[in-house]
C-alpha cells in the first residue's frame, strides 16, 4: 500500500467512529480532509484512484451526517428493531424494544408477536454496520470505556445504520455514474449524477435520518441500473440473475420497490429479438428474485403466521390512484414542486428515447408505476415527509435524465458549455438543502407555497450572510447585509414611536420564546414569554441610549419571578417582577447596542408549566408591550 493510500483509509476510519460515536463529532471533520489530501497527492503520483475517490467521497457524507446529527424518529424504530431484537434476543418479538423506547403496546399478531409494518430488507443490509458497532462498544468495555452499555440500545448501534445508509448510498450513486460514462461525457455525468441526488429527497433520508429505507433503496437502485447497463451491454447469464437477485432485495426494502422488475422488460424485449438473451436467463432472473425476497416471507411467518401478510397501517388505499396528481405536482410534499430538478430529470428520459430507448421506456414506466402507488393511499403525503420521499426508487432513473438534459444543454452552447448547467443545477441544489434546513427546523411542514418557501429561503439565505460578515467584520459588516436585504430602522422608516406591541399577529420582531397572541377579559392583549428567555429584534440605523419600558405580570404561582433585559447576549439587569401588571424600565446604554438589528431579551429566574397559558411549554410571564424611547 503506498502511503496516500493510508491517508485515504486514516481519513475514512476519522469519519467512520466520528459517526459512529457522537463522543468523536469534532474529530470526524478532519476525516474528508486527511483522506482528500491523501487522494490529491496519489493523483501526483499517478496511482489507480477509483477506490480512493469512492473512500474519500463516502468519508465526506459520513462526516457530514455526523455534523447534522442524524434522527431516530418517524418509522425508525420500526426498520431497526429487526436488528436489535435478532442479535440480541435471538427472536423477532419486538414487545420489549418497543418498552424501552415508550411505545405504546400494540394488540397482539395471531403468534402473540408484536405487528410491524416495515420490510426487512434496510436491517440486513446494515447487519455487518451493526456487527462492526457491536465490536467497538465491546473494545471500547475492554479498556475501561464503559459509556456504552452493550444491549443494541446505545447510540452506536442505532448511528451503525447511518454507517450502513451512506456507504450504500454513495456506492449507488459511484456506480450509477459509471453506468451512464458508458454513454455520454464524463463532465455531464457528473453533475448530472451528483446535481440529481442531493437535488432529491435521498440527502434528506441519509443524513438526518438514515435509519428509514430510502437512501438504502436509492443506493440499490444505483447499483442494479449499473448492471442492468451490463446487461445491456454484455448479456451473461450471471448479469439476469444478479439482476433479479437485485430486485428481490429492492421489494425485500421497500414492497412498492418490485417495479423495478419494468427496467426487465424492455430489456428482455430487445435481447431476445436480437438473440443476446435466452428465455431460461429471465426464468433464471425470477428465481433469484424470489430467493432475495425469502426472509420477508420467513419475517411475515414467524410474526404473523402466514407467508404472505403485507401489513400495513389503517390507510385506506383506492387503486384507482386519485391522488397521482398531488404526489407530482402539489406544493404539499409533490415530486416536480419540493425538488424541481426531478421534473428536469423527467423530462430528460423523454429525451433519452433516441439515445438510449430501453432506459428510457424503463424508466417512464417505473416513474409511471411509482407514481401510481403513490397516488392510491389517503396518506398520500407520506406522513411525516421531507418531500415525495416514496420515489426514492426513481430518483437514480431521474439523475439519468438530468445527465442527458445537461448532455444536451452543454453541447448547445457554444462559450462556456458548462456554466449555464453548472449555474442552474447548483441553485436547485442550494435550494434542496435550505429546504432540508427549513423542514427541519418546522419552518416548513407539509405544504410549502412557493411565495412563502421562497421567503423563508431568502431570509435563511440572508442570516447566513450576516453570520459571515459578523464573523470576518464584527456588528458593522453585520450591517451590511442588514442594510442590503431589509434597510429597515427603528426611528428612520419604520416603527417610528418605539412601540413592540405583543398583541400583534404577525409578531414581525420576534425572535423566538413567545407563544400566540392571547385575549383574557381586564387583561391587554399579551404572549406568554418562556423560561429562561424571550426576544426581539430591534433594528437601529445608529447606536443609541435606550429607555425602555416592559409591561408585563408573573403567573400568579410565581410571585418571587425576577425579570432581567439583556442586549446582544450582554450583562442582564435583574428587577423584580409581581403578579400584577407592571411597567418594569430599564436603561440599556449606547454601549451595548449595534448599527443594524440587534437581539433584546427579556429574561427570567424562574418558570411553571402551563400556568394560565393553555401552553404545555414552561411559562415565565405575560408580556403585553415592550417600550422603547
Known amino acids: 500500500m503506498r502511503w496516500p493510500d493510508g491517508l485515504v483509509l486514516t481519513g475514512f476510519a476519522f469519519s467512520a467512529f466520528g459517526l459512529l460515536d457522537p463522543r468523536l463529532r469534532a474529530a470526524t471533520m478532519a476525516g474528508p480532509v486527511i483522506a482528500l489530501m491523501g487522494l490529491i497527492l496519489g493523483r501526483r503520483l499517478a496511482t489507480r484512484r477509483t477506490a480512493a475517490g469512492l473512500l474519500t467521497a463516502i468519508a465526506c457524507v459520513y462526516a457530514a451526517a455526523a455534523w447534522t446529527g442524524p434522527d431516530f424518529n418517524a418509522d425508525s424504530p420500526d426498520y431497526y428493531v429487526y436488528l436489535r431484537s435478532a442479535a440480541f434476543d435471538r427472536d423477532l418479538d419486538f414487545a420489549n424494544e418497543w418498552r424501552e423506547w415508550g411505545y405504546a403496546e400494540e394488540p397482539p399478531t395471531p403468534t402473540g408477536l408484536r405487528p410491524n409494518i416495515a420490510p426487512v430488507g434496510s436491517a440486513i443490509v446494515w447487519s455487518p454496520f451493526f456487527a462492526a458497532a457491536h465490536v467497538y462498544v465491546l473494545l471500547l468495555r475492554a479498556v475501561g470505556d464503559r459509556a456504552y452499555a452493550a444491549d443494541g440500545f446505545a447510540a452506536p448501534y442505532v448511528r451503525a445504520t447511518a454507517l450502513g445508509t451512506a456507504t450504500v448510498a454513495v456506492l449507488g450513486a459511484f456506480l450509477l455514474a459509471r453506468a451512464l460514462a458508458s454513454v455520454f461525457d464524463r463532465p455531464s455525468v457528473v453533475l448530472g449524477v451528483i446535481a440529481g441526488t442531493l437535488a432529491s429527497p435521498v440527502p434528506y433520508y441519509v443524513l438526518y435520518q438514515p435509519t428509514m429505507a430510502h437512501g ?18 454484455q448479456p451473461r447469464a450471471r448479469h439476469w440473475a444478479l439482476l433479479g437477485a437485485l430486485v428481490g432485495l429492492l421489494t425485500l426494502t421497500r414492497l412498492q420497490a418490485f417495479v423495478y422488475a419494468a427496467l426487465l422488460l424492455p430489456l428482455a424485449v430487445a435481447g431476445l429479438r436480437q438473440r443476446r438473451v435466452r428465455l431460461g436467463w429471465i426464468a433464471l432472473s425470477a428465481v433469484s428474485a424470489f430467493a432475495a425476497f425469502v426472509p420477508q416471507l420467513v419475517a411475515w411467518k414467524i410474526i404473523y403466521g402466514r407467508f404472505l401478510a403485507p401489513p400495513t397501517r389503517e390507510n385506506a388505499v383506492d387503486w384507482s390512484s386519485p391522488h397521482i396528481l398531488q404526489v407530482l405536482l402539489s406544493a404539499d410534499r409533490g415530486l416536480f414542486t419540493w425538488t424541481p430538478l426531478m421534473a428536469v430529470g423527467a423530462c430528460g428520459l423523454l429525451l433519452l428515447r433516441r439515445r438510449w430507448p430501453s432506459l428510457a421506456v424503463g424508466g417512464l414506466l417505473v416513474l409511471a408505476a411509482t407514481a401510481w402507488i403513490n397516488g392510491t393511499p389517503q396518506d398520500w403525503t407520506g406522513s411525516d415527509s421531507f418531500g415525495a420521499r416514496r420515489f426514492d426508487l426513481v430518483v437514480p ?6 445527465v442527458a438534459v445537461t448532455s444536451s444543454a452543454s453541447a448547445a452552447l457554444v462559450r462556456r458549455p458548462w456554466l449555464a448547467p453548472l449555474v442552474a443545477a447548483a441553485m436547485l441544489v442550494a435550494w434542496n438543502v435550505g429546504l432540508m434546513r427549513l423542514y427541519r427546523k418546522r419552518v416548513v411542514s407539509e405544504a410549502a407555497g412557493f411565495d412563502r418557501q421562497a421567503g423563508a429561503q431568502l431570509f435563511q439565505f440572508r442570516r447566513a450572510v450576516e453570520d459571515v460578515l459578523e464573523r470576518v467584520g464584527g456588528p458593522r459588516a453585520r450591517n451590511i447585509a442588514y442594510m442590503f436585504f431589509v434597510g429597515e430602522y427603528f426611528y428612520w422608516n419604520t416603527n417610528l414611536s418605539g412601540t413592540i406591541d405583543m398583541a400583534a399577529p404577525e409578531g414581525r420582531y420576534l425572535s423566538g420564546g413567545w407563544s400566540a397572541p392571547h385575549r383574557r377579559p381586564s387583561w391587554p392583549a399579551f404572549r406568554w414569554a418562556y423560561y429562561p428567555k424571550a426576544c426581539v429584534r430591534v433594528p437601529l440605523e445608529t447606536p443609541l441610549d435606550l429607555r425602555i419600558s416592559v409591561s408585563a405580570r408573573a403567573p400568579y404561582r410565581l410571585p418571587s419571578q425576577q425579570i432581567g433585559l439583556s442586549m446582544n447576549h450582554g450583562a442582564v439587569l435583574w428587577r423584580p417582577l409581581p403578579t400584577d401588571w407592571t411597567e418594569v424600565p430599564y436603561l440599556i446604554p449606547a454601549s451595548m447596542s449595534h448599527p443594524g438589528e440587534n437581539l433584546l431579551c427579556v429574561n427570567f429566574t424562574e418558570h411553571v408549566a402551563g400556568e394560565e397559558g ?15 424611547p
Open 614 to 628: 393553555d401552553e404545555a411549554r414552561e411559562v415565565a410571564a405575560a408580556v403585553s408591550r415592550i417600550q422603547l
Open 216 to 233: 438504502v433503496v436509492f443506493g440499490l437502485a444505483g447499483v442494479f441500473l449499473w448492471v442492468w447497463t451490463e446487461a445491456a451491454r
Open 397 to 402: 432513473l431521474l439523475s439519468a435524465g438530468v
